[in-house]
């Protein structure tokens, strides 16, 4: 009877481990279960209350101090990435999408993107402006195009907007290679454009005032014929080499200092040379 009676003890046991084991998995599947319910009623919650919140549906589009031609390529933007008026939700919008879209853009030099609750996506274009008019020979047929301080290429339509007078560089090779919203790759315009930039950095820029530069890419220098300005005189000519052109610049300066504290002009000023020629 003793053995019978501890052989019954181990059998009954066993049972009991079974079911507890059951109950912990129960207890596991509860609160998966509703771990699960609560991340559908938070996400519901989160779509409800603020992602989809009517209250913050898109209804404006602010572009300030963007021309008509730019208000339109944003609109075309916008469309392009999904967003739409009295449909899109602030939260929502894909902001990132947008900027690349806009940034592509060879009108667009810099984009800020901006929400404004409840109701309002403010978008800031900085367009690109031109700095010079190409100009190529009649014989290719192509048309003039304008190009940035930076190298790009503008659609011909920005030649409709209000642009001062700008300075035409003439003696392009291979007008091809030019196509709007491109950047030009052209050593001679780029030196061009380096001299630009540089001229508006330095206090003697100031008599830079260009009329027109012609490319002589085969003697590696640009010449450019300049407006009555401090020391220069009506129509006067400055030779620089295309390359190295800061420290050409720096060269050129020495030249127009002593002319200046002497009271003399120029007409004619070749930095090409070692020893610079220059002409009253």
Do not use: W
Not at 109 to 125: F, G, Q, S
Not at 157 to 173: C, E, Y
């Amino acid at each position: 009877m003793a053995t019978s009676s501890k052989s019954a003890r181990p059998a009954a046991a066993r049972p009991q481990g079974l079911s507890l084991l059951a109950r912990f998995s129960l207890y596991l599947a509860s609160l998966f279960l509703v771990a699960v319910v609560l991340y559908f009623l938070c996400g519901y919650g989160v779509r409800s209350c603020y992602r989809e919140n009517p209250a913050f549906l898109l209804t404006r589009l602010q572009m300030p101090n963007a021309s008509e031609e730019l208000q339109e390529e944003i609109r075309r933007a916008v469309d392009y990435c999904g967003i739409k008026l009295e449909d899109s939700y602030l939260p929502t919008l894909p902001l990132g999408k947008l900027r690349e879209t806009l940034r592509d853009n060879p009108q667009v030099a810099e984009v800020h993107l901006r929400r404004i609750y409840p109701d309002t996506l403010r978008i800031e274009a900085t367009p690109r402006i031109p700095v010079a008019i190409l100009r190529f020979h009649p014989s290719s047929g192509c048309p003039d195009l304008l190009v940035d301080r930076e190298g790009m290429v503008l659609p011909r339509k920005v030649a409709t907007m209000p642009v001062k007078v700008l300075p035409t560089i003439r003696g392009i090779k291979n007008p091809q290679e030019f196509q709007p919203g491109k950047r030009c790759q052209d050593k001679g315009v780029l030196a061009v454009l380096t001299f630009l930039r540089e001229s508006k950095l330095r206090p003697e820029g100031t008599m830079y005032e260009i009329q027109n530069v012609s490319l002589d890419v085969p003697n590696n220098r640009m010449i450019l014929n300049l407006e009555a300005s401090g020391v220069f005189r009506p129509g006067a000519r400055l030779v620089l080499p295309l390359d190295n052109v800061p420290q050409e610049m720096d060269r050129v300066k020495i030249v127009v200092d002593l002319r200046t504290s002497a009271h003399e002009t120029i007409s004619y000023l070749n930095a090409v040379y070692e020893k610079i020629p220059v002409y009253p």
